[in-house]
């Protein structure tokens, strides 16, 4: 967990940036996103006609360093746009996920009632006793491993439940310095050899996106600087979540920001899931994505389920992962980002048969 500094995740889900101009050219033909696709993106023609046949198409983006992974994936809907966005604020689906343990919103302003069932793994708990700057299994600051250490009686009966306790106060005293100062709350992971500064990680990731300035450069502004900048056309949740995606059950705390586009040259939605904190794997992560109208002529074959164009859906996961550099961490990467783009591809198709189905039911 983090603590006085760091604890969150919003990532969204993780991973990071995929929005599109909408549009047309003056002939016609259709501008975007196929544009997108093949500048940011560098899809081929054949992929590109592939998503516009309904095929999911997943693919690794480029990064310039190993400890990055940056996931893209796309697919077309008949549905409309606004039926994503219901699917995809519906925590009640994530809770029957496989890989979902636990999942639960936070109260505004948030209590310690919200934290109930944020619990560390047994293993994790034992980790804690002996945690010190450069050497911790949980991904923490230092001041949080001393407060563990001090605060608790370690031969205690019902010591899991004191560490348990005690994460609890510190994930809220952490939340409400992120809702109060922004990214500078987030704190400095020390529980590797080489501390991770949370904000600068993320704003990394923004980096390395040159789609979301260029698109929509006041959502990019409120990812950067929130609770500073504001959005009028945009609605901020945070919840936390406890996922078993890796070898270990992780405990994270996830900002999710939806925007709906105010003018035609913008997406129909888009939707942030920004990470806070994550006890294992991810030091920063954000998940986009971005709702695109099709701006298909409205003939008879363009028109699915709903007997409406449909919609794009455009995803891009971004992630700075601690164990994915030397030699031993560029097997770890390839097996990371395999299972990461397959499982986004298996991702989009369900989304796509699930949104289209309750389509034609209405």
């Known amino acids: 967990m983090r603590i006085a500094k760091p604890i969150f995740v919003l990532a969204i889900l993780s991973p990071l940036v995929a929005l599109c101009c909408l549009g047309r050219a003056s002939d016609g033909a259709v501008k975007e996103p196929d544009n997108f696709f093949r500048q940011y993106v560098g899809l081929t023609d054949d992929q590109i006609s592939a998503i516009h046949k309904g095929k999911a198409i997943a693919r690794i983006v480029e990064s310039p360093r190993p400890d990055e992974v940056f996931v893209f994936g796309a697919v077309h809907v008949d549905a409309t746009p606004e039926s994503y966005l219901k699917f995809a604020a519906d925590l009640d689906r994530l809770r029957k996920l496989p890989d979902y343990l636990a999942i639960r919103k936070f109260s505004d302003p948030p209590t310690l009632a919200d934290l109930d069932g944020f619990t ?121 979540e406890k996922v078993n995606f890796g070898l270990k059950p992780t405990l994270r705390i996830v900002q999710a920001i939806v925007y709906r586009g105010s003018s035609p040259t913008e997406p129909a939605y888009a939707v942030a899931v920004k990470q806070l904190y994550a006890s294992h794997y991810f030091q920063a992560a954000l998940d986009m994505t971005v709702c695109v109208r099709d701006q298909a002529p409205e003939d008879a074959q363009s028109r699915g389920a709903t007997g409406k164009p449909g919609f794009f859906l455009i995803t891009m996961k971004g992630s700075q992962q601690a164990g994915l550099t030397g030699f031993k961490g560029g097997i770890v990467r390839k097996v990371a980002v395999d299972r990461t783009r397959s499982s986004l591809e298996r991702g989009l198709a369900a989304i796509k048969m699930q949104l289209e189905s309750q389509g034609q039911a209405q």
């Open 120 to 240: 560390l793994e047994d293993e994790d708990v034992k980790q804690l006793r002996d945690c010190r700057p450069g050497k911790c299994e949980v991904q923490l600051p230092a001041d949080v491993m001393e407060e563990f250490q001090k605060s608790i009686d370690w031969s205690a009966p019902d010591v899991d439940d004191r560490v348990n306790h005690t994460a609890q106060q510190l994930a809220l005293r952490a939340l409400q310095a992120y809702i109060s100062a922004g990214n500078d709350a987030l704190g400095t992971y020390e529980d590797k050899q080489h501390p991770a500064e949370v904000s600068k990680a993320f704003e990394d990731l923004m980096d390395r996106s040159k789609a979301l300035p260029v698109y929509l450069p006041e959502l990019d502004r409120y990812l950067l600087d929130y609770p500073k900048a504001t959005l009028p056309d945009a609605q901020s949740q945070i919840y936390w």
